[in-house]
């Protein structure tokens, strides 16, 4: 089975630039979920999705971050405009419903902003 | 309030050895799962052991297991005989039932593995 797929794996784009970061998540799972690492925050949630529906963005750091989930296959993070400090490694994870049920993470979007 | 803490940032473990990377938690939700995962330095996130809160039996996974002190909020991960691709960033997750299903992560342990 295809776990998480994200695209790009490198981005490296230049401040003030549109970025915008992919996932297919596990097919059957209901929940997907956007993480970013960073050495001085370690991993933070960014948003969640159940369903399709945004339940949690808290985690979203301010205007410029937006995240959609259009059907249950695919999910985009969208930052406009990219700033320095967003430079980061992204995941992707999902999982199916119920506490117990383990987020498998995608690959990761390392992302550089000059 | 930091609701996963691995105290030690990095560990040393000689091959074939055993080691147990430390996680102590936070919470008051009866309901919650422990994770661990394992993040090599190609960069992905590689689930390895859950715990549950009602589970009466420690988790065990191939050469991984989870010493689960439930009064102390300790779930520790043990790893037996290891091997130099053991190599790697560890964390510690924490999922609380009545918070919603994200991950609370640890800021990791990184294990390295000598010959």
């Known amino acids: 089975d295809a776990g998480v797929i994200q695209s790009p794996r490198h981005e490296v784009t230049e401040m003030g630039q549109e970025v915008t970061l992919r996932c297919k998540p596990i097919?059957?799972?209901?929940?997907l979920f956007w993480y970013r690492q960073t050495m001085m925050r370690g991993l933070e949630l960014l948003i969640y999705f159940n369903n399709n529906v945004p339940i949690d963005d808290s985690g979203m750091p301010e205007d410029r971050f937006s995240a959609k989930m259009p059907n249950a296959s695919f999910s985009t993070l969208k930052i406009q405009p990219s700033e320095p400090r967003d430079s980061a490694v992204y995941f992707c994870a999902s999982s199916s419903s119920g506490l117990t049920d383990t987020q498998y993470f995608g690959p990761g979007t390392r992302l550089t902003v000059l | 309030a930091q609701k996963i803490t691995q105290t030690q940032p990095g560990m040393f473990v000689q091959e074939k050895e055993a080691v147990t990377l430390d996680c102590t938690y936070d919470?008051?939700?009866?309901?919650?799962?422990l994770f661990w995962y394992k993040q090599p330095s190609s960069g992905e996130m590689i689930f390895l052991i859950y715990?549950?809160?009602?589970?009466?039996q420690n988790a065990t996974e191939g050469r991984y297991s989870l010493n689960f002190q439930k009064a102390r909020k300790s779930a520790n991960l043990v790893i037996s005989a290891s091997q130099l691709g053991d190599s790697a960033m560890y964390f510690c997750?924490?999922?609380?039932?009545?918070?919603?299903?994200?991950?609370?992560f640890g800021k990791g342990t990184s294990l390295l593995v000598t010959p």
């Open positions: 715990q549950g809160s009602y589970d009466q």
């Open positions: 997750a924490m999922r609380e039932g009545r918070s919603g299903y994200a991950l609370n």
């Open positions: 919470t008051s939700d009866p309901s919650y799962g």
């Open positions: 097919s059957g799972h209901d929940y």
